[in-house]
């Protein structure tokens, strides 16, 4: 039988336990790769506090970033969904870092996005809007516009994103989000499509969804430059 596009399956890497896609090709676009660990031969010492490593200072890989540290600078076990690691791996403050941050993401942001959110859509020049339900896709792949009619847009193909706001306030402080532009290139297409969506009736909801999809975008540039 063969195994489903969005099936799962375990593997055991240097790293640790990872849950990964049964075909490489349906990876979250979130999801960032293993790095190559410096060789064991390069590393004499920390590569944070310089301490020489000997039979009692051992040396650990950070499994986020691939450097080699000794056990006080690379002590923190955490979780790292976007390497699919089953359980927390250890990592160096600087990673570890990052990785807490992602959590909230992972943890909340992402929630808000699968649920999605009512917005006013118009593909392209089209003065016809039409009133749909943005969400994101259980893989993470794909926006769903659902509404009369139904598209997909493939995050992949996204090549930018912009925020819509209320209107600045006087005092330059932060404006409600109240819409988003895309531009990507649909799949067979040589030019790119514009999509701009904006806050139908729950404008705090929407301001919600959007918040979170823009920490999406930045997850998403950031794994196109990893």
Request: glycine share 6%; proline share 4%; charged share 25%.
């Amino acid at each position: 039988m063969s195994a489903l596009p969005d099936g799962k399956k375990l593997v055991r890497s240097p790293s640790g336990l990872r849950m990964v896609p049964e075909n490489g090709a349906f990876h979250s676009p979130f999801s960032l790769n293993e790095p190559q660990w410096v060789p064991d031969k390069e590393c004499a010492r920390c590569m944070q506090c310089d301490t020489k490593f000997d039979f009692i200072r051992r040396k650990h890989h950070c499994r986020r970033c691939g450097r080699c540290f000794c056990d006080k600078c690379c002590s923190k076990k955490v979780a790292l969904p976007r390497m699919c690691f089953v359980d927390p791996v250890r990592q160096c403050a600087q990673c570890s870092l990052a990785s807490q941050k992602e959590m909230e993401f992972y943890d909340k942001q992402l929630k808000v996005l699968l649920g999605g959110g009512s917005f006013v859509a118009t593909l392209g020049t089209s003065e016809k809007s039409e009133t749909m339900m943005c969400r994101l896709s259980n893989n993470h792949r794909y926006l769903f516009m659902d509404g009369e009619s139904h598209f997909e847009v493939e995050l992949s193909r996204i090549s930018s994103m912009q925020i819509l706001t209320d209107g600045s306030s006087p005092g330059g402080g932060t404006s409600r989000a109240s819409g988003m532009l895309l531009h990507y290139k649909p799949m067979g297409a040589q030019d790119a499509q514009q999509l701009k969506v904006e806050a139908a009736d729950d404008r705090k909801a929407a301001a919600l969804w959007l918040a979170a999809m823009h920490k999406a975008a930045k997850l998403l540039y950031e794994a196109r430059d990893h």
